[in-house]
T-cell receptor
Framework: GDSVTQMEGPVTLSEEAFLTINCTYT??????LFWYVQYPGEGLQLLLK?????DKGSNKGFEATYRKETTSFHLEKGSVQVSDSAVYFC??????????????FGKGTLLTVNP | NAGVTQTPKFQVLKTGQSMTLQCAQD?????MYWYRQDPGMGLRLIYY???????DKGEVPNGYNVSRLNKREFSLRLESAAPSQTSVYFC??????????????FGEGSRLTVL
């Protein structure tokens, strides 16, 4: 079945440091890939997405490129801020028949950014 | 625009008690979902509803029932709560049509503690 494996945390960085959170996936077919972010006490919000190979999703300074050859979708940011402290989830969505989609999540990576 | 609204946000139950978590979305989405989030486990799908009048089991359905009351509302019921059901519960809905890439829109979560 489909699965998502992401870097285990927690990850602690200083402000303005470079961030990478690794994500690899296993899926049949051609899934769409997502990064969701969960700020403390809140629900998950879509951060960025990519729907086909070599697509780059970007938002709020974060980027991730859909790499089919390495089945990866690593999240990067050049300079993190304290406000980026959150839990980050990698996810894939595959069509399970008709208009039905199944979304599979990684276990989440807690990022803490210190001033 | 409220998006996905869950109630209650917090609840404490005693073992054996019953309760219903309510979820409503105002985005005219057909598909709705219930997930639970536990430390180190990521998000796990409990039940989903692809359209009004239909429901299907997800990864961890035991101990739960659901009702898709109408297109807007999807409730989750615990008939006899157990400590293992202590968790944060998230309701979500999915966009449809040509914009459908499988991404979900989440509520803010309901934190349930079973003593």
């Amino acid at each position: 079945g489909d699965s998502v494996t992401q870097m285990e945390g927690p990850v602690t960085l200083s402000e303005e440091a470079f961030l990478t959170i690794n994500c690899t996936y296993t899926a049949t077919g051609y899934p769409s890939l997502f990064w969701y972010v969960q700020y403390p006490g809140e629900g998950l919000q879509l951060l960025l997405k990519a729907t086909k190979a070599d697509d780059k999703g970007s938002n709020k300074g974060f980027e991730a490129t859909y790499r089919k050859e390495t089945t990866s979708f690593h999240l990067e940011k050049g300079s993190v801020q304290v406000s980026d402290s959150a839990v980050y989830f990698c996810a894939l969505s595959a069509n399970s028949g008709g208009s039905n989609y199944k979304l599979t999540f990684g276990k989440g990576t807690l990022l803490t950014v210190n001033p | 625009n409220a998006g996905v609204t869950q109630t209650p946000k917090f609840q404490v139950l005693k073992t054996g008690q019953s309760m219903t978590l309510q979820c409503a979305q105002d985005m005219n989405h057909n598909s709705m979902y219930w997930y639970r989030q536990d430390p180190g486990m990521g998000l796990r799908l409990i039940y989903y509803s692809a359209s009004e009048g239909t429901t299907d089991k997800g990864e961890v359905p035991n101990g739960y029932n659901v009702s898709r009351l109408n297109k807007r509302e999807f409730s989750l019921r615990l008939e006899s709560a157990a400590p293992s059901q202590t968790s944060v519960y998230f309701c979500a809905s999915r966009i449809e049509g040509t914009a459908n890439t499988g991404e979900l829109f989440f509520g803010e979560g309901s934190r349930l503690t079973v003593l």
